[in-house]
């Protein structure tokens, strides 16, 4: 008695294939902004232990630098200048520096292998971790403008203009740190890259741009920091203007947007190699 196989009898390829469990289908990719709350929640409890004595670090170097320029600077307009610069600084050591060597640890660590293998867009990654790090300069921005207030004798009215010039020039150097930090082929020259952004933060941000050179005044106009730093300063007058103020702000956004878009496309350019 032979035995006939199910494939060749009437049908029996059909039955074969209708038995056959039908393969899952892949869920779709998480949204944007469920994606973004996710890492951001995940990037902020990682990084707080770790980035807490940093930020002591960064908002204690940016009062030693007033307390110094106290000792040039009298008061008015230079002033001004030192204060808000002193306190956007704070944004540019965390959001642009830190930024900078976090990617570039994880660049070189294969950490982005493991974001490439989640189902989230590329932009949640990079605006997650960006935004994680710039709220961490939010406390140390604000003690150190009422500090270098209180030390140069300015009006404590328009502070809350911080809550527009901190995320704004946040956005800009945190999308700035994280493309220095993917492009760079190399953790130590992503670091490097990242303290010298910040070094430029410092000299151009921090020093009354009357006392520049053209040259190096050209050069401030180049730095995103700077906007921010001038739109807090022109709220210390006593009739400030504001027209100007929200110009400034309007450039920080547009740079925030744009550099955070590269810092997208290095993402998946990084994340592909």
């Known amino acids: 008695m032979s035995v006939v196989p199910a494939e060749v009898l009437p049908g029996g390829a059909l039955a074969v294939e209708e038995a056959a469990p039908e393969a899952a289908e892949l ?28 930020l002591f670090v960064a908002t204690f170097q940016s009062i030693g630098i007033m307390i110094l320029m106290r000792g040039v600077v009298d008061g008015g307009g230079e002033a ?15 959001a642009l520096n830190l930024l900078a060597q976090y990617f570039g640890q994880l660049r070189a660590s294969g950490g982005l292998d493991h974001y490439a ?19 961490f300069t939010v ?30 020039a946040g956005a800009a150097l945190a999308g700035l740190g994280a493309a220095l930090g993917l492009l760079a082929p190399r953790p130590e020259l992503a670091t490097l890259l990242g303290q010298l952004g910040m070094s430029a933060a410092l000299l151009l941000g921090v020093l009354p741009p009357e006392r520049m050179p053209e040259a190096v005044r050209l050069a401030r106009d180049l730095l995103p920091s700077t906007y921010g730093v001038e739109a807090f300063a022109r709220t210390f007058g006593p009739h ?34």
Do not use: E, K, M, N
């Not at 944007?32 to 929640?41: C, E, F, G, K, T």
């Not at 902020?44 to 770790?50: F, I, P, Q």
């Not at 001004?80 to 965390?94: D, E, H, N, P, T």
């Not at 100007?244 to 993402?267: E, F, M, P, R």
């Open 27 to 54: 869920g779709p990719r998480a949204r944007l902004w469920p994606s973004l709350a996710a890492v951001y929640r995940a990037q902020l409890s990682r990084a707080r232990v770790a980035r807490i004595p940093l």
């Open 240 to 273: 400030p203007d504001w027209a100007h103020v929200l110009g400034d702000l309007a450039v920080c956004g547009v740079v925030g947007v744009i550099s955070l878009a590269v810092a997208t496309w290095a993402y998946r350019r990084a994340a592909v190699r």
């Open 117 to 135: 293998t989640l189902p989230v867009p590329p932009a949640a990654v990079v605006l997650g971790a960006a935004g994680a790090y710039a709220s």
């Open 80 to 94: 001004q200048a030192v204060v808000a610069g002193s306190a956007v600084l704070v944004v540019a050591f965390v």
């Open 139 to 168: 406390p140390g921005t604000v003690v150190t403008a009422v500090f270098g207030c209180a030390l140069f004798g300015l009006p404590l009215a328009h502070l809350w203009i911080l809550i527009a010039v901190i995320p704004l």
